[in-house]
């Protein structure tokens, strides 16, 4: 199985900035696209921003309510996914999690994988 964990998130202030990992372990033969997504109360889940690795270019896209102040990133070595949050508003206050579309060794079959979240609140 796959497992997806989440950290780096916390507690920051307006105009400051967070770096969000999550690491993928388990018998994973490769990974496709690797998301990030959040929830905040009372609102729907929103697809924050996504990369997909082709050979050695990544290909990113990014929720208009980000633009320009988030950066995705991956090491592929690694099997870990990034996110670098700058000039943080109070309106990315959200719990965030991970998405990955995973091949498992042994296997032909993409599965799309979760992690738990992690916490972001931006409030002075």
Known sequence: QVQLVESGGGLVQPGGSLRLSCAASGS???INAMRWYRQAPGKERE?????????????AN???????????????RKNTVYL????????????????A????VGSWKQSDYWGQGTQVTVSS
């Not at 990014?62 to 592929?76: E, H, L, M, P």
């Not at 579309?101 to 498992?104: I, N, P, T, W």
């Open 28 to 30: 994973i033969f490769s």
């Open 47 to 59: 697809l924050v921003a996504a990369i997909t690795s082709r050979g050695t270019t990544n290909y």
């Open 62 to 76: 990014y929720a208009d309510s980000v633009k320009g102040r988030f950066t995705i990133s991956r090491d592929n």
């Open 84 to 99: 670098q949050m700058n000039s943080l508003k109070p309106e990315d206050t959200a719990v965030y999690a991970c998405n």
């Open 101 to 104: 579309d995973c091949v498992l």
